[in-house]
């Protein structure tokens, strides 16, 4: 799949407008999506709002600094944050790692090792999310129950008629736990169950499991399609898990 087909959703809270137009500048051709805030309180809000891959986060900002707001994005959202800042003291990195940051770049780098960094932290939280859900078998988002060992799904406690395709769709969402999948992410995860999918047709797939849901794509109570980048599995009423 080719970047223009999925782009990587990111988040750019810093104050220095000049600095997050060239990070968007370098990021946008290699398949990231850049969105910016140039306050604490409005990178905050954007962040517990929005659903990002990772969020590259400044310390010394108007309004709330950015360690005010990792503290407070860490009681709600465990998506990957690499912080960015002017100071190079050794305690202000402490600090920020101590809170919940994923790394620490200081405002000298290079656009590679901005790129090698955030790429970094992706991985460990892809990886750290698979481990953690490796030994559970049962979820449960809004109505939605999935037993894996029975191959059981319900949806406020009636069982769903689902092939296996879907039931390894659905799954693949729920232990998203609310991240949003790229088509790509969902290819490659049930092809690993030995299925046979490939580009568009996880499209047909995904609408066939919202018939069984009856989830409406224009007005979704379940599963949320992302513009250009995937879908993502919403809890009861439309709200994010």
């Not at 223009?4 to 407008?17: F, G, N, Q, T």
């Not at 999506?33 to 309180?41: A, I």
Request: overall charge negative; hydrophobic content about 40%.
């Amino acid at each position: 799949m080719s970047d223009a087909e999925y782009v990587r959703p990111l988040l750019v809270v810093d104050d220095d407008r000049k600095l997050c137009g060239l990070i968007r500048e370098y990021l946008d051709p290699l398949g990231y999506r850049v969105s910016m805030r140039h306050t604490g309180p409005e990178g905050l809000q954007a962040a517990l709002e929005g659903s990002y891959e990772a969020i590259i986060l400044d310390v010394m900002m108007p309004g709330m600094d950015g360690l005010e707001v990792l503290r407070e994005l860490r009681k709600k959202s465990t998506v990957p944050v690499l912080m960015l800042t002017a100071m190079g003291e050794e305690s202000d990195r402490i600090a920020g790692l101590e809170m919940g940051a994923d790394d620490y770049l200081p405002k000298t780098f290079s656009t590679r090792e901005l790129l090698a960094r955030l790429r970094a932290v992706m991985r460990r939280s892809r990886r750290e999310e698979v481990k953690s859900n490796e030994s559970l078998d049962e979820f449960s988002i809004g109505d939605l129950r999935l037993e894996e060992g029975s191959h059981l799904a319900t949806k406020g406690g009636e069982v769903l008629d689902l092939t296996a395709l879907e039931f390894a769709i659905l799954g693949s969402l729920m232990r998203a736990g609310g991240r949003v999948k790229s088509r790509e992410e969902l290819i490659e995860e049930v092809s690993k169950r030995k299925f046979d999918v490939f580009d568009r047709s996880i499209d047909v797939h995904i609408s066939a499991l919202r018939r069984k849901l009856g989830d409406d794509a224009k007005d979704p109570k379940y599963i949320r399609t992302i513009r250009a980048v995937g879908y993502q599995l919403i809890g009861k009423e439309g709200e994010q898990v």
